[in-house]
């Protein structure tokens, strides 16, 4: 069985606000992984004496931990949980009714010998590779829908639409967003394997447009996640001016890719 992951720093001067990891027994008959993006937040007050690199590992961290142990709980009611941990975590030294309180996109997927359960809240994706070839995408695609004119950059929506009605959500310290999530399941065999990436990753699709979420799915699974890394490195740099493709805040961003067969 094949299992891949890869987490770079855009910046290699500052951490890396992505978290990644998988859990797979020796058995092989189950498994989770947890993908979190950390919302890079703009210079200034954001109400929280952490930073977005320690919401990310304890919020990754109760999730993963929840995801293995807690079989009997769904998806939501684990991210529901994690949320409330990491909240009372530094709820005394904290203002998080700030709008730029510390804050990630989430994917999370479990599998059993019968079902792959999956949960994706904002940009992140999971792709589902069948065993036929056929890959299924699971996308939160609200951020996408929101106007561009609403939005401070690719990356940092003003107040009015994150977390709002008619917007889109993130995972902050109000443990209610985890109703907001796209979640599903999907029978055991109709899953091969699945990629978890984050947006710095899924630039390849979404900003460069070098191939539909198919391709890149080949990509990996072909040459593999760090190969898609690069190519995503590359392509920043040709184009570090950002003129022809409009929406990048950042030359580079943060990339994960997680790779699982099942």
């Known amino acids: 069985m094949r299992r891949e992951l890869i987490s770079e720093p855009g910046d290699p001067a500052r951490p890396n606000e992505d978290f990644a990891t998988f859990a797979v027994p020796a058995s092989g008959q189950g498994g989770a992984l947890v993908v979190l993006d950390g919302v890079t937040p703009p210079d200034g007050d954001d109400g929280c004496l952490h930073s977005v690199h320690w919401f990310c590992a304890r919020l990754g961290g109760a999730l993963t931990e929840l995801s293995v142990s807690r ?6 009611e684990i991210l529901t949980q994690a949320l409330g941990r990491t909240a009372e975590a530094h709820a005394a030294t904290c203002d998080l009714s700030h709008p730029r309180t510390p804050q990630a996109t989430v994917v999370l997927a479990r599998w059993s010998g019968t079902t792959v359960e999956y949960l994706v809240l904002s940009d992140s ?6 065993p036929d070839g056929t890959v299924t995408v699971l996308l939160d695609d ?3 829908r929101v106007p561009r004119a609403s939005l401070a950059s690719d990356a940092i929506a003003d107040a009015t639409v994150r977390n709002k009605e008619g917007g889109f959500f993130t995972a902050a310290a109000d443990p209610s967003v ?3 999530a796209l979640t599903g399941e999907l029978p055991r065999a109709a899953v091969r394997t699945l990629v978890a990436l984050t947006d710095g990753a899924t630039r390849w699709t979404e900003k460069f447009h070098q191939g539909d979420w198919t391709d890149l799915f080949t990509l990996v699974r072909k040459e593999g996640a760090a190969v898609l890394v690069e190519r995503v490195r590359a392509l920043e740099d040709a184009d570090r001016e950002r003129r022809e ?3 990048r805040s950042k030359t580079h961003d ?3 890719v997680v790779y699982v067969d099942l």
């Open 254 to 256: 943060d990339a994960t």
């Open 125 to 130: 994706a999971l792709l589902a590779e069948a």
């Open 142 to 144: 609200r951020l996408a």
């Open 71 to 76: 079989r009997d709980l769904t998806l939501s």
């Open 245 to 247: 493709h409009l929406g």
């Open 178 to 180: 985890a109703a907001r």
